[in-house]
């Protein structure tokens, strides 16, 4: 293949290459140990080299290298190895065979080397071939992205203009491109709009001005179809700052549809940590195509509307007609076909749905083809049903694909499979109200005799088990009971009676009216299909029970705490049955989803899922609704459920426009309505009412809750614009869910604990639930699953963002007290500290050390941390204390140092908090932070510019301390010294401060290296040269004087020493101040010079011209602004080239 640009050393110590062949400008060759005369020594070696290797690091057996003859270097472009003499090459091509090195050695031959001789210049020569063989890298990077693309050729040209445009790295994958307009204000601008896999990015030139807009999909706030005065139909984008309206697409929907998949997977990856577990596709995104995005887009439509387990992927969506036996006539629609389901949907919404599971198909065979029954197929179910579907175009795939599926279904549960031959032959009776194929069969008759030793499971409903009292009008209500049986009975008749029924609008009107006490659980079962979970995982929830119970965790601790709180008002909950069948299920289920675990109103969800199924049944319901039907409700975050509380709020304003403007917060309504989709209403309605909700949820998924709870709105509406406040409007809905009645249930009338509001002095009116159901479909039911699922991506986008402002306004709020920084500067040096760690998650992926670096489960605190080198990028744009080539030392140190607990990691707290110092601090504080950057453990032995030039002891600094000024006179600092060191040792007495470790020879050597490199370019900076060589001097001294009185341990030496301060005030100061106390370890080895931090702060408090720059008054804000407009450019290949004419980057600041 061919290789980059990379400059390689070629020496000659051993002959790791054989010349192959060569011609003038360029050589091929072989690695020795590979092919021919491989079977000397060295030969052996070093095939035995590469062998041991690993495989990122072996070197492929041939290569080409570029030599210009007469050329005193050679250079190279990849991987050099030895070769005679030293020189450089330009190794241009690797090979695994010799077939593949060929094939680049007869291009080279057929398109370079005539060409070659023309120039005159060798560097002319060499930066001929580097060119082409980066266009070839190019061009076959292009290639393999455009193959997969519908139209190669287009997508490689754009692809081109792409990178060239926006300079972006590599990794930065286009995934499509549309032609369109951008407006500015009434202006449009006609250009193209790229879309990438971190990006939206625009590029206009019209009239000579040329337009960029650069917009990561991360600072989206909203991402939407609407309107404007000129058009009817714009996409918008909003970010924190501006908004951006894009129209005249070609096709706008496909487009549309892309930027929703790009934004909902990009936040989800990178604000929400999803690492697509389910979906290989997405989990590397360099490799995401656009064919992926509109494959997931279709998967969630699928998934969503027959409410499958999110591992199910469509392979097929044909158009066909289904033979529908109660109307007889061939229904059109669309046949859906994925890993384990065949699904069918009419045409017309609600006209009849069908869901066919694998694990119930007996056979799938192909008809005669007839005028009447074009390419008609059977799929026979195992319950002696057969569906006939015609006006297949693909038939024989199909079935083949079919077919395939089936075998593969039968294989990963051979033992249902072959149980479910002999149950076939046994009949169901047709008066069996609630035996539904053979699932009843198979969840009622296992494992009786493998259960003397393990937990004792609910056989039954906890429902028919506690009795409720007899209560006035039973005989009423019991009849009524039997009416809906009775219907339900003929149903089943006339549509089937399993998991495969034809589901039609007549089935949604049995389910509004409420179903039977007797067939909830089994309907449920059936609605959701959890019963094929059930049937596909005999003894799972045995085994898990056996698995969890007994077991220790925070969700199990959180789990007894509320056991007593699920319905405590009925009276299987207070009683042991009931409770330990709800600690099962809830302990089983958190252990199978640690994710999960245990969510508060999971308890009151499972309590009533156990009057109505058995425990196990209990346990799939509970999986389905947590998993499938109610996606990312039940964890810390409940992003699902705020995501349909957005949703909700969008719905109030849409049907009930009237009710929003008064209540102009609807956030108040969400505080409230938050419990409505937790618990589905059974936390707010009364019980028997409450079901008859659950009742439609189970058949209608989300969209029954969306209705239900608008319908319950308007049924108030005129009361709640006529609210005084929220805490009134909040009272009116909660006497009114109270009163909500269901007076056909059998059920007694159990008083409702969970309501915000016990019974009022003022009787209030009932409602009965059948009513409330009845409206709720008629003026809100016209809503698709469709659009619901559009909605939910806008949203999410919404719900994500708001969760990053709360945890910027947490992470603020903490840091604020202890900074000085202004909080606008702050907010802003927040907002580049998290694009910063975006940034390199945009051309960095590592989902490990992404989600080590951000993690949304932690405190808001140390959700975003960064690294080092993410550090040292953000230091080099906002750090005061610049030292040219010397900065990214100091930065390091830095990191170094507020790295505590060397993770090697550091959280926005501790970044600001050095900021502060720098910007805001005293003089001493400042000098403080330099001194702790140049010992340990910021200064390490192993930094890079820790060896000194000065390889001797410092020379010596005898010499009087006398120093000429520039205008002729001379200051002597022996009295000033004197003066000094008697204060010092005067306040280290005073204070109880733990002292900073003293600083060694090198350690003050780099000390200095960086005050000179500070001073550089500073107006001031030959006056602070001044100075600080003042001042080293001084210092120098002090650390001879140490050096000398500690390299003697004698009493004759400390006698002499202080014999000599009779008549030396100077000397007797240098004795006091390297006293140490008996009690203490000296700080430093015997002998060793060593210096103070007190020593460094007041011998630069001598210098005014030092005073002045320390104490001089910084402004962050420039600082600021000119990062917002370089932190990024400086990402793109290492670039910050700003385009002619207009050029924008929109960002969430």
């Known amino acids: ?147 997969q693309e519908e139209d190669p050729e287009k997508f490689r040209e754009a692809l081109v203009k792409f990178e060239t445009r926006f300079n972006f790295p590599e990794a930065e994958k286009l995934i499509t491109f549309y032609s369109c307009c951008c407006w500015k204000g009434k202006v449009p601008r006609q250009g193209w709009l790229y879309l990438s896999i971190n990006h939206l990015c625009f590029y206009s030139f019209f009239l000579g001005k040329e337009l960029k807009l ?88 699928f998934r969503a509307f027959f409410r499958l387990p999110k591992k199910e992927k469509l392979h097929e969506v044909m158009d066909c007609s289904l033979w529908t036996p109660f109307s007889r006539c061939h229904t059109p629609g669309k046949l859906f076909a994925s890993d384990s389901y065949i699904c069918f949907a009419s045409k017309e919404d609600g006209c009849c749905n069908v869901l066919i599971p694998l694990l119930e198909v007996a056979s799938i065979e192909k008809m ?128 089937g009676r399993t998991v495969c029924m034809f589901r039609t609008e007549k089935i949604r009107k049995l389910v509004a009216m409420g179903i ?59 009683s042991e049955t009931g409770i330990a069948a709800l600690r099962r299920v809830l302990t089983a289920y958190a252990h199978r989803n640690p994710k999960i675990g245990y969510c508060q109103s999971m308890n009151i969800l499972t309590s009533v899922l156990l009057l109505y199924a058995k425990e196990e049944e209990a346990f799939w319901l509970l999986v389905a609704v947590c998993e499938r039907m109610l996606p990312d409700y039940f964890n810390h975050r409940v992003i699902g459920a705020q995501v349909d509380q957005s949703v909700f709020e969008e719905l109030i304003k849409e049907r009930l426009p009237e009710l929003a403007e008064h209540l102009k917060d609807l956030s108040t309504l969400a505080s409230v309505s938050l419990s409505w989709f937790l618990t589905l209403f059974l936390s707010i309605m009364p019980l028997e009412s409450a079901v008859n909700i659950v009742d439609c949820f189970f058949f209608d998924g989300i969209k029954a809750i969306f209705q239900f709870g608008l319908a319950i709105l308007e049924a108030n509406a005129v009361e709640l614009c006529n609210s005084k406040d929220d805490g009134h409007a909040l009272m ?84 604020i007290p202890d900074i000085s920084i202004v909080p606008e500067d702050l907010e802003e040096l927040y907002d580049l500290f998290k694009r910063e760690h975006l940034i390199s998650c945009y051309w960095e992926w590592n989902s490990a050390v992404i989600i080590q670096r951000h993690d949304p489960s932690r405190p808001y605190a140390e959700q975003y941390k960064i690294d080092c080198q993410q550090f040292t990028n953000l230091y080099k744009l906002v750090s005061p204390w610049m030292c040219g080539e010397h900065t990214e030392v100091l930065a390091e140190r830095m990191f170094r140092l507020l790295d505590e607990n060397m993770d090697r990691l550091i959280e926005f707290k501790g970044f600001a908090g050095c900021l502060d110092i720098m910007y805001s601090g005293e003089m001493n504080e400042k000098i403080k932070l330099l001194y702790k950057l140049h010992i340990p453990p910021a200064f390490t032995e192993n930094d890079r510019d820790s060896q000194s030039p000065l390889r001797n002891p410092l020379l010596s600094t005898s010499r009087p301390l006398v120093i000429a000024k520039s205008n002729g006179d001379t200051i002597d600092y022996q009295k000033q010294l004197k003066q000094m060191l008697k204060d010092l040792a005067k306040d280290k007495d005073a204070k109880a401060e733990k002292e900073l470790p003293k600083m060694s020879q090198r350690e003050f050597i780099q000390f200095c290296k960086t005050l000179y490199s500070m001073f550089h370019e500073d107006p001031e900076e030959n006056e602070l040269y001044q100075a600080i060589a003042t001042v080293t001097t001084l210092l120098l001294q002090i650390g001879e004087v140490g050096q000398r009185s500690t390299s003697s341990g004698s009493d004759e030496f400390t006698e002499d020493f202080q014999t000599e301060a009779s008549t030396s005030d100077q000397d007797v100061v240098f004795t006091d101040t390297v006293k140490t106390p008996k009690n203490e370890p000296l700080p430093m080895t015997e002998g060793d010079w060593n210096v103070s931090f007190e020593h460094i702060l007041a011998s630069l408090l001598t210098e005014q011209s030092l005073v002045n720059f320390f104490e001089k008054s910084l402004e962050l804000k420039p600082k600021l602004d000119n990062a917002k407009l370089t932190q990024y450019s400086l990402k793109t290949n290492g670039t910050s080239q700003l385009s002619r004419g207009e050029t924008e980057h929109l960002s969430a600041h």
């Open 214 to 301: 650069t917009i990561p999909w991360v600072d989206v706030q909203k991402l939407e179809r609407t309107s404007n005065i000129l058009m009817t139909d714009i996409i918008r984008i909003t970010t924190q700052s501006k908004e951006r309206d894009f129209s005249m697409f070609l096709n706008i929907d496909e487009a549309f549809r892309i930027m929703e998949q790009l934004a909902d997977v990009t936040l989800r990856r990178l604000l929400d940590n999803e690492i697509f577990e389910l979906d290989p596709g997405l989990q590397d995104p360099t490799q995401i195509t656009k064919r992926d995005l509109e494959s997931r887009a279709r998967n969630e439509y």
């Open 368 to 495: 005669e083809d007839t005028s009447l029954l074009p390419n008609p197929i059977i799929i026979s179910i195992k319950s002696k049903t057969a569906f006939q579907f015609i006006d297949l175009k693909e038939r024989d795939n199909l079935v083949e694909n079919l077919l395939l599926r089936l075998k593969q279904v039968k294989a990963s549960n051979p033992a249902l499979h072959n149980s479910s031959k002999s149950k076939d032959m046994n009949s169901h009776s047709a008066h069996t109200n609630y035996e539904f194929g053979d699932f009843g069969i198979v969840a009622s008759q296992r494992n009786e005799n493998d259960r003397d030793n393990r937990h004792l499971l609910n056989a039954e409903a906890l429902s028919s088990a506690f009795h409720p009292p007899a209560v006035d009008g039973l005989d009423f209500r019991m009849s009524r009971e039997q009416i809906k049986e009775s219907l339900w009975n003929d149903h089943f008749t006339e549509y």
């Open 732 to 815: 009116i809905l909660s006497r009114f869910l109270d009163h909500v009645k269901n007076e056909e249930s059998p059920l007694p009338l159990i008083g409702n604990q969970h309501a915000f509001f016990s019974d009022d002095l003022e009787p209030c009116p009932t409602t009965e639930v059948a009513d409330l159901i009845r409206d709720s479909y008629e003026k809100f039911g016209d809503y698709s699953v469709e659009q619901i699922e559009h909605m939910r991506y806008k949203h999410r986008i919404r719900v994500l963002q708001s969760h990053e402002e709360t945890t910027k306004q947490n992470v603020l709020r903490v840091v």
């Open 1 to 147: 293949m061919w290789l980059k640009p990379e400059e390689v050393l070629l020496k000659s110590a051993l002959k790791l290459w054989v010349t192959h062949k060569s011609s003038g400008y360029f050589i091929l060759q072989r690695r020795r140990g590979h092919g021919d005369g491989g079977g000397r020594f060295t030969g052996r070696l070093v095939g035995a080299l590469d062998a041991v290797l690993d495989s990122n690091a072996r070197v492929a057996p041939f290569r080409i290298l570029l030599q210009v003859p007469g050329s005193p270097t050679y250079s190279a472009i990849a991987c050099g190895e030895l070769l005679t003499g030293s020189e450089l090459y330009w190794a241009i091509a690797t090979g695994a065979t010799i077939e593949e090195i060929n094939n680049h050695w007869e291009w080279l031959e057929q398109n370079l080397l005539h060409t070659l001789p023309v120039f005159d210049n060798k560097e002319d020569i060499v930066s001929f071939v580097r060119g082409k063989i980066k266009a070839l890298i190019a061009e076959e990077t292009s290639s393999k992205l455009a193959e």
């Open 516 to 574: 039977p006490e007797t067939l909830r659980g089994k309907l449920w079962l059936l609605f959701s299909d959890a019963v094929t979970d059930l049937y596909s995982h005999p003894d799972y929830y045995e085994n898990l029970v056996e698995v969890s119970m007994g077991m220790c965790c925070i969700a199990t601790e959180e789990i007894e705490r509320d056991l007593h709180r699920s319905l405590p008002e009925h009276p299987a909950f207070q």
